[in-house]
């Protein structure tokens, strides 16, 4: 059989970090990545990029894990290196602040993340509408530095990327073997999923260099996660809202409650508004379906649905999306050899 021919549609985080795991173990395909836009129009391109899981009611804990655990490694080293600052990934230490202590004092994800402990009583006078926090540090992915370094490195790998937009999977059947679909709120219309929806996040991002540590409510509602050019400030979580014009009331509420965080945001300048559409599911849609029509197949991986926590678990579902798309190989590879008996 000639290489297989690869089509992975969408250029957001999953899409460009799924197209690169292919390629890096998947030499002898051929992978294209065919996307209705490209970074900077992406949802991915609108978040924060902290290091902070989400968690899926619907996926198992320890799958979960090991997709942060994998995520965590993969940009510690590249954090580690001389590519850190292209790639837009470094280190940030600060603090999740709690005005009640919560029930799970150890989220899953407390021995990835760096120093996890909880704050001492000197720390939390800083904040003192709350009365339990924790200290860590983790990683942050800034964009777009991170997905133009991704591309770069698809490029350099020569693999072809185009803007076009598909509106039914199975235009790719002639041209492509296997189809990776890494859309996210797009497969809502492109392969008609209605377990999946939009959960529209407004963000603000500020210039105020001298915010250093991160700060985070523990409900996740508000935050500051300092980047290396630009602070992010939010947030907002509304479920089944697909408006991407930001609201000018919301951006005052976010500015107010982050200010009583960090009262010193209130010298920020050159505030930027930005919306994005979460892909949130119960849980990641992480699987191979082999579409029928009239007789033909199409193999199709599907990688999307990370609402909250893309950024976070990114390489780990990337890797996972990778192993299916060889299996598929494999099973295409054994019909090819039947044929010829
Ligand atoms: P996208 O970035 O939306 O990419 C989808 C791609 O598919 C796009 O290129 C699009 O053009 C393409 N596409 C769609 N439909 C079609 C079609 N029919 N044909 C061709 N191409 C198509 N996560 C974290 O881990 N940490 C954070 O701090 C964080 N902060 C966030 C803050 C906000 C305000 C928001 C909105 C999200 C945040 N997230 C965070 C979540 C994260 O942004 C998402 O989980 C992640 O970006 C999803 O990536 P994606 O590649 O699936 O989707």
New binding site residues.
Partial sequence: MAAPKVAV????????STALCIVETCPSCSVTV?????SP??????????????TYPGTPIHVQKQWFKDTFTYLFAISNSAEASEAGIHLVSGWQVFKNTPKEELPFWSDVVLGFRPMSEAELQKFPQHQFGQAFTTL?CDCPPYLLWLEKRLKATGIQMYT????DLWELHSEYNIVVN??????H??VGDKKLFP?????LKVHAPWVKNFIREGDGMT?I?PGIHRV?I???REKENWNLSPDPGTTKDIFDRCCSLEPSLQGAQDIRV??????SRQCVRLQKEVLSQGGLKLLVVH????????????RGTAKEAARLVRECIAALQGASSRAKL
Wanted: hydrophobic content about 35%; glycine content about 20%; aromatic content about 8%.
């Fill in positions: 549609v969408g250029a957001g985080v999953i899409g460009l065919l996307s209705e836009q490209f129009n992406t949802t991915s391109d609108v978040a924060a990029g902290m290091l902070i899981p989400h942050k076009r937009k598909i509106a890494c859309t996210g709120i797009g497969a219309q492109l959960v529209r996040g407004q963000v935050y996660y992010t939010g947030g907002t930005k919306v994005g559409l979460r892909p990688n999307y649905g990370h609402g909250a926590g893309g950024f976070s678990v990114h």
